[in-house]
């Protein structure tokens, strides 16, 4: 298996534009998390997915991040508009089951200019 | 407010020495912990965990120690190699973490083993 696969691994682009982190997850995994990692905050869970319904949206930090989940194989993150302090490194995971751990994507890293 | 404490930002240890990374959670109804390691530009990669039923789990170099009383756990690894220099991720979950299912992460640290 190839893991969890994110694109791109590099993003830069100019405030106020649209940015779309894409992940595809391990085959037969149920649950799909985004998280956001940062010097200041750590690892933050954005939102997950459970058999492609997303469950808990409460770590999305404003209404300019959305996420979707068509279908068990791809998912969705984005941005718009775009700012500098949204740079940070972004993680997909899948898992099956909770008690198996996570396994994480390379990341993205966004850079806002 | 973090759930998740990593104190120590960074650990520098000796090769051959013990590493000790603390974690200490805030919320009593968390009942799994993991722990995670994180090389630069790699997404974290789990390495061991512990049920709140046990106090010790032991995986060859890496044994996790859970004090429930405190709302501790660490991570031991004996000896400790070059190769184990990367960021170390504390990870815990439960009902009351909101979500079952969603595992609340500390801030990290990072072990440099030194030759």
């Known amino acids: 298996d190839a893991g969890v696969i994110q694109s791109p691994r590099h993003e830069v682009t100019e405030m106020g534009q649209e940015v779309t982190l894409r992940c595809k997850p391990i085959?037969?995994?149920?649950?799909l998390f985004w998280y956001r990692q940062t010097m200041m905050r750590g690892l933050e869970l954005l939102i997950y997915f459970n058999n492609n319904v997303p469950i808990d949206d409460s770590g999305m930090p404003e209404d300019r991040f959305s996420a979707k989940m068509p279908n068990a194989s791809f998912s969705t993150l984005k941005i718009q508009p775009s700012e500098p302090r949204d740079s940070a490194v972004y993680f997909c995971?899948?898992?099956?089951?909770?008690?198996?751990?996570?396994?994480f994507g390379s990341g993205t890293r966004l850079t806002v200019v | 407010d973090q759930q998740v404490k990593q104190n120590s930002p960074s650990l520098s240890v000796q090769e051959g020495r013990i590493s000790i990374l603390n974690c200490d959670y805030t919320n009593s109804m968390f009942d799994y912990f993991l722990w995670y390691k994180k090389y630069p530009a790699e997404g974290p990669t789990f390495l061991i965990s512990?049920?709140?039923?046990?106090d010790k789990n032991e995986d060859g170099r890496f044994t996790v120690f859970l004090n429930k009383s405190a709302k501790h756990l660490s991570l031991h690894i004996v000896p400790s190699q070059p190769g184990d220099s990367a960021v170390y991720f504390c990870?815990?979950?439960?009902?009351?973490?909101?979500?079952?299912?969603?595992?609340?992460f500390g801030k990290g640290t990072k072990l440099s083993v030194k030759p």
């Open positions: 512990i049920s709140s039923i046990k």
């Open positions: 085959s037969g995994h149920n649950s």
């Open positions: 990870a815990a979950s439960g009902l009351a973490g909101g979500s079952q299912g969603n595992l609340i």
């Open positions: 995971a899948s898992s099956f089951g909770f008690y198996y751990g996570y396994t």
